[in-house]
């Protein structure tokens, strides 16, 4: 008896990291009806910037305290990258063929694999992050400066163009100095501002002029030069925070497992509770499950967003009709299911004491398994799913016999579950039945 009650604390446990990262599944089908197969590289960019988070501020220290930093580290990364992801590669493609999304959710799940695998340990790559950020900076300051609406879908770069040109140059100007001489003085630093803010205003009367004709609004000369100024300031700064910071950090190579932080209290000794050993990382993963669950129930039942989340996944143009944002909800549902996935690697690190960069493709499959059990696009099925799937898993390791039993068969009896559960019911556990109508 007390081996069932081992597998079941087993299952359990691995059945709620399942169920963390299958929730970001089914929350973004059930809004857009994608299959997001690159979520699992936005559970393991989760463990990255814990990790990351860690090494930078906390290197050495072992204090429980620490763990919701590193959560939040893992919350920035994973959701600065789900919403990077549905802007750049998934809007695009919303109204293409179903089959363009999923290849291009593939080919994204490759691409940053192999990003954190080459670049982890090499952060100059962040100087064109902040020199990106600088511009969005300089952009968006400037275009409340401005109090114009510059988003109107016809001519939307015409009336964009002076700031973002002004925000550029200013960036460009910066980058120069930069590789004239890594090493300034303060009086040197003071002139790259001013002159970035300078140059950056003057192309961006410049691009003003030249869009003129083409533009629906104009934005005047001192919201350019603020846009200017801005951008050079934050370049500045992002310059400074990588020197100070970024550069003197060892980061180690993502080209192996990295061994993650072992904090007090959530990780040590086991429990013994009667014949049940239980890790304090398990506890920590339930816990983690059900608080978020409580909150998402909370969120999209008793949160203007999340009723507006349930009136865009039954239909999205009565919903903008109905004035409400789609693209907005759509970003939100994003970042929903990542920050659920960045606490879901925290979790797994704790665990397992280490990470890697391929980490996120098997766990990520089964997360889509336990979202298809417990019916994609329904919340509380995947959380259903996962659990159900941790213990499928945990008793099939310990009670099927002979050569198809053991941790080497776990995998192939998961997958099972799914090939079943297509088969004899598609629609999931606690799915609804839907009908096609010709």
């Not at 299952?11 to 963390?20: E, F, I, K, N, V």
């Not at 999923?102 to 790559?125: D, H, M, N």
């Not at 064109?128 to 400037?142: D, E, K």
């Not at 941790?407 to 609804?432: C, E, H, M, N, Y």
Request: hydrophobic share 55%.
């Amino acid at each position: 008896m007390d081996q069932f009650f081992q597998q079941l604390v087993n299952g359990l446990t691995l059945g709620s990291l399942y169920a963390l990262i299958a929730v970001g599944y089914t929350v973004v089908y059930g809004i857009v009806q994608l299959i997001n197969f690159a979520h699992g590289e936005v559970f393991m960019i989760g463990a990255f910037g814990a990790l990351t988070t860690y090494l930078l501020f906390f290197n050495g220290k072992t204090s429980v305290w620490i763990l919701p930093v590193m959560i939040v580290g893992a919350m920035i990364a994973s959701v600065s990258t789900a919403v990077l992801m549905e802007r750049v590669a998934y809007r695009p493609l919303r109204n293409a063929p179903r089959l363009a999304p999923l290849i291009t959710a593939i080919g994204i799940s490759v691409f940053l694999q192999e990003f954190i695998r080459l670049f982890y340990e090499r952060p100059a790559w962040t100087v064109v992050v902040f020199a990106g950020l600088a511009i969005a900076a300089g952009y968006a300051v400037g275009h409340r400066q401005s109090g114009v609406n510059l988003d109107n879908p016809v001519t939307k770069w015409y009336d964009r163009a002076p700031l973002l040109g002004a925000a550029a140059g200013a960036v460009v100007l910066w980058i120069v100095v930069l590789l004239i001489s890594t090493d300034l003085s303060a009086l040197y630093v003071v002139a790259a501002i001013v002159g970035g803010a300078v140059v950056g205003t003057a192309v961006g009367a410049i691009l003003g002029q030249t869009t003129k004709q083409r533009a629906r609004v104009r934005v005047d000369i001192r919201s350019v030069a603020v846009a200017a100024a801005v951008a050079a300031v934050v370049a500045e700064v992002g310059w400074v925070f990588f020197k100070a910071v970024l550069d003197k950090v060892e980061w180690p190579s993502a080209k192996a497992r990295i061994p993650f932080p072992q904090l007090d209290v959530v990780t040590g000794q086991a429990l013994q509770v009667g014949g049940v050993t239980i890790q304090r990382s398990a506890i920590f993963t339930v816990a983690a499950l059900v608080a978020c669950a409580v909150l998402l129930w909370f969120f999209i039942n008793r949160t203007r967003l999340g009723r507006g989340m349930q009136a865009v996944s039954q239909d999205p143009d009565t919903a903008r009709l109905m004035g409400i944002n789609v693209d907005r909800i759509i970003v939100v549902a994003f970042a929903l299911g990542a920050v659920l996935a960045a606490i879901a690697g925290v979790s797994q690190g704790l665990q397992n004491n280490n990470i890697d960069f391929r980490m996120g493709f098997l766990a990520g499959l089964k997360a889509f398994t336990a979202a298809v059990l417990g019916g994609i696009g329904n919340v509380y099925g995947a959380v259903v799913g996962g659990l159900v799937l941790g213990v499928v898993e945990a008793m099939a390791t310990q009670y099927i016999p002979g050569q198809f039993g053991g941790s080497t068969w776990k995998d192939v009896w998961a997958f099972v579950i799914l090939i079943l559960v297509l088969v004899f019911r598609p629609q999931g556990l606690l799915g609804a039945r839907v009908v096609d109508r010709a």
